[in-house]
């Protein structure tokens, strides 16, 4: 499957408050972050599209509010996680 490439109008891209070398990077993650929060895209998808890693991406979500919905194995791993942390103190 081809990629979708989007055009950003040069008027746009030097409009834009964000240093042109960090644009594309920023506008992928942006993107990634509306499209999760919509529902539209699930969150391994916006991972790869944000090109985080899935606690990158959280931490990126939370940084701008948006909010994770967990399903019950996401609990349990997080519960697992805190366990292990909270075995280590």
């Not at 998808?45 to 948006?66: M, P, R, S, T």
């Amino acid at each position: 499957m081809e990629p979708l490439l989007l055009e950003i109008p040069d008027e746009v891209a030097a409009a834009a408050k964000i240093p042109r070398t960090q644009l594309r990077i920023e506008l992928l993650r942006r993107l990634a972050e509306a499209l999760f929060a919509d529902g539209v895209i699930g969150g391994a998808a916006a991972c790869k599209l944000a090109g985080l890693g899935k606690a990158e991406f959280q931490h990126w979500l939370g940084e701008h509010g948006i909010a994770q919905p967990l399903d019950e194995s996401d609990y349990r791993e997080e519960r697992d996680h805190l366990t292990r942390w909270l075995a280590n103190d």
